[in-house]
């Protein structure tokens, strides 16, 4: 039975194991880990696996696909524990939010008998945990798959047809470029939430403010509300490209602050206006495509192209074995003394 392993079980990896379900592909065992005690059976009651491993090392063993839905800060320790159980063949990937350390860690870590092909989900919300996980998360939403330069073409494939099956939309993209326009569509936005509610929160007048807030400051600050774990994290992987982003955010700060200080004699200011409501609106009507997306395959045939992958690698490390244990004199099936 092929078998694909999750090593992560929230937000994201429990709406990746939702949505595998909803797929109904035949024959497919969904093997999951969390390091938190009690995630995993509760993961396997829900029906967001079909096992609950009690180790990374259990949960990737025979699996032809792992999935790592960690925290980007606990990937690293992540391919230390995986790298000695893979399977010869296996495909890796992520899901974390930014790139560059993490295809570092993996052609640092990783056996070269398996390829790495770094992922993010360009999708997600506020709340984290099993318990926000969804199986329609990813629909829709682009999907950046980020090859290491040793993955094996039908490796990056296999990912892809992954990403199809849930839903969304695979991007091929460096890591340098993903990380720098992460940066700023979605962990300066972060920032500029956290900000702004930290300044009306911690005024004098937080009490009278608060009573007055309406949907635009909950909408202009609901990124205020994620993990800090994660928050921290993008921090710490992507400064550099942040500080970047949040310089030139600062400068269209001072401009929109100067054409207000101008005052209502200026047009500058109602033009801007204009300008940026009718970009946002043609954006919100038609969000233009990055250049290396395609929509490729069907859901179904992308299942089917996947499973093929899958069973094709097992059979051909079962081949491999078999081989071996004839070449010491072993019936296949039959088992290893342990004094061999």
């Not at 792992?66 to 495909?91: M, N, Y």
């Not at 945990?129 to 090859?147: C, M, N, R, Y």
Request: charged content about 25%.
């Amino acid at each position: 039975m092929p078998r694909l392993a999750i090593i992560g079980l929230g937000l994201i990896g429990g709406s990746l194991g939702l949505a595998l379900k909803a797929a109904q592909l035949q024959g497919l065992e969904l093997i999951g880990h969390d390091r938190e005690w009690g995630v995993g059976g509760r993961a396997r009651r829900q029906g967001v696996i079909d096992r609950d491993a009690r180790t990374p090392e259990e949960a990737v063993a025979d699996a032809a696909v792992v999935v790592i839905a960690t925290p980007v800060s606990q990937v690293k320790q992540t391919f230390q524990d995986i790298a000695p159980a893979l399977a010869e063949g296996a495909v890796v990937t992520d899901t974390a939010s930014t790139k560059r350390d993490v295809l570092r860690w993996a052609q640092e870590l990783l056996p070269e008998t398996a390829s790495f092909v770094g992922g993010h989900p360009i999708a997600g919300k506020e709340r984290s945990g099993l318990d926000a996980a969804e199986a329609s998360l990813f629909q829709g939403h682009a999907w950046a798959v980020i090859p290491t330069t040793h993955a094996k073409e039908d490796a990056v494939r296999a990912v892809e047809n992954l990403v199809r099956i849930v839903g969304a939309t695979p991007v091929l993209v460096d890591a340098a470029e993903h990380d720098s326009y992460m940066a700023a569509v979605s962990h300066l936005p972060l920032i500029a939430a956290t900000a702004l509610f930290s300044l009306n929160s911690e005024s004098k007048a937080w009490p009278e403010l608060a009573s007055l807030s309406g949907p635009g400051f909950r909408d202009a600050t609901r990124l205020a509300s994620t993990n800090p774990d994660l928050s921290h994290d993008i921090c710490l992987t992507n400064q550099e490209n942040l500080l970047h982003w949040l310089d030139r955010y600062v400068e269209e700060l001072r401009r929109y602050r100067q054409l207000i200080a101008e005052g209502g004699e200026q047009e500058e200011l109602y033009k801007q206006f204009v300008k940026v409501q009718t970009a946002r609106d043609a954006f919100l009507a038609k969000p233009p495509e990055h250049p290396s997306a395609s929509e490729g395959a069907q859901t179904m045939s992308a299942g089917d192209a996947m499973l093929q992958f899958m069973m094709g690698e097992y059979f051909v490390r079962r081949s491999k074995q078999i081989e071996r244990l004839v070449q010491r004199g072993e019936r296949p099936d039959e088992p290893r003394r342990k004094d061999r």
